[in-house]
């Protein structure tokens, strides 16, 4: 294969694995040993680090405004592809090598490949391909017991509605929403979830989204001690720590952080109901149903993973391998960053039909949550643990908003039929609210 200069960036190319330099294979051993540390931090506080490596993407020439970027960038993902068969591509960022998965065949060998870190050091006499549960495994169990992984209605479902209604009238305070508002709302809601009511005030927990205050450890153990019991650090607390491994408060703050990732999905689902009001008058109609089920909401829980397939809260995903694998006929070494490209797969219009359009209707099809082509929350063993809890919480202000309120999107402007921009900061978003 050859090594062909990307349309990327001229900071980046394309090589075959066999041209790693040692640069490249010292880089990786480095990549590997933060892997386990970085990956949550990766996909829910600093997405802009795995963008590095796909920021092996142009820049906007002259002239192209912001929302025709990704675009951009998904058409010299199909280059790429086209150019080499659909095999997966070696591509050179800022931040090192990494293997784009750039056809749909090979998105389930991607998943296969193990979430953790590197793998932890055999143990003395251990028997080949012995695997221990490491770190991650522990973790991982907290994380899906605790956030009840896999229940569309999480168990604290009653408590949780009543802090999001009562948080959700700073939401509908105004008659306008964007997203300093939006941000406060959510993040007291979150710290009252997570920690419980004696947190709900402490806005100094979280600085800025991701940013915790220098105590913030200290501070989340002493509200661990008054957490009522429905509260996730309520739930972990029961849980208990039979091997003396498990750091709640570290996993706490974790919580809190994926929090952030709800403002702008709230703020895009909103949007682009504001932008079809049939749809939207339809799913206020399911949320002020008598006696609807309050945590379920399929209509408006679809509009919400509708939001998510166009604009990703994380837009790709990364694996580093464990073991020497194969992809396509060409070997790769253990150590290998491998990343899928989630926004490019789930916008590709060679394979999903209506790619760039407002499709909610799309999430009611049995199996849809499977389609490997979808990733708004990941496959396999790294899908997020807390996909059923933010859907439940990102639904229920949703249906908090719409009840009382008609949306109606004031910026940026959007076309109901055509095209949907690639990018939707959700800084720029600015929504008007009416009285229904
Ligand atoms: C709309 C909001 C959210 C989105 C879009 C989202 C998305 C994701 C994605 C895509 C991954 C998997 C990354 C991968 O495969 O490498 C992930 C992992 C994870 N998420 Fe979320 N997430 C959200 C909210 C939350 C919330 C609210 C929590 C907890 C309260 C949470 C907890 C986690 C944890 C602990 C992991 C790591 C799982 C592991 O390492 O096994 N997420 N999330």
Redesign the pocket.
Known sequence: MTAPASPASPASSATSASSASPADRAGRAARTARAASV??AA??TLPVLVRGFVGARPRATKGHAAPGRPRWSAATLRALRARHGGAPVLVRGLTGAALLVLDPQDIRQFYAEP?SGPAPAPAPGAPDGCTRAGP?AE??AI?ESV?AAGLPVHPSCGPFLSVLAEEARRLTGGNTLELARTRHAVARAARRI?LGDAAAEDTELTRRPGRFHPKAGARIAAYADLAEPHT?MGRARRHGDPTGGLDPVGQAA??LA??D??PG?LLRTLLLLGVHPAEQDAVAAEARAPGVARGALPRLRACVREA?RLY???PD??RITRAETEWRGVRRPAGTCVVLPALFHQRDPEHVPAAHVFVPGRWASRGAEHDLRM????HA???????Q??LL??TALCAEVLRGHRVHAVRPVLDPVGPLPGLLDPQGIRLRLTRR
């Open positions: 990956r949550f996909t829910h979430v991650h973790r991982r994380d956030l997570v996730l974790q919580w994926a929090f990732l709800v999905v998510l990703p809260a994380v995903l990364i990733a708004p929350f990941s063993g790294g899908r997020c643990p807390g996909e809890l933010a919480v990102t």
